[in-house]
Nanobody
Framework: QVLLVESGGGLVQPGGSLRLSCAAS????????IGWFRQAPGKEREGVSC????????VQADSVKGRFTISRDTAKNTVYLQMNSLKYEDTGVYYC????????????????WGQGTQVTVAS
């Protein structure tokens, strides 16, 4: 059974950091493109960052460039999202998903979603 489980969310002050984890079971993450997405209250789900399954190249949304970093740990079968310099507008539920290789890192390219983890940026 394919399963993705996100963790690491929480409450953080503006300017703070969090590291989200996306742990996989039932398949090897190393061979797949993986993406992080988020959904703020009242807004559509959006792509945050994706990592290629072929060469580990990454893409990030303009809103998080220079602040968020996606990475993969093959030994732990886990993909991470390191989030630094967090802003109020980063608040939302963060999801990881398997995405189509070579896609646009957008929700229509995603399948096998995790259940999400809440990130709240507040002072």
């Amino acid at each position: 059974q394919v399963l993705l489980v996100e963790s690491g969310g929480g409450l953080v002050q503006p300017g703070g950091s969090l590291r989200l984890s996306c742990a996989a079971s039932g398949f090897t993450l190393d061979y797949y493109a993986i993406g992080w997405f988020r959904q703020a209250p009242g807004k559509e789900r959006e792509g945050v960052s994706c990592i290629s399954g072929s060469d580990d190249s990454t893409v990030q949304a303009d809103s998080v460039k220079g602040r968020f970093t996606i990475s993969r740990d093959t030994a732990k079968n886990t993909v991470y999202l390191q989030m630094n310099s967090l802003k109020y507008e980063d608040t939302g539920v963060y999801y990881c998903a398997v995405v189509t290789e070579g896609g646009l890192c957008s929700p229509p390219d995603a399948y096998y979603w995790g259940q999400g983890t809440q990130v709240t940026v507040a002072s």
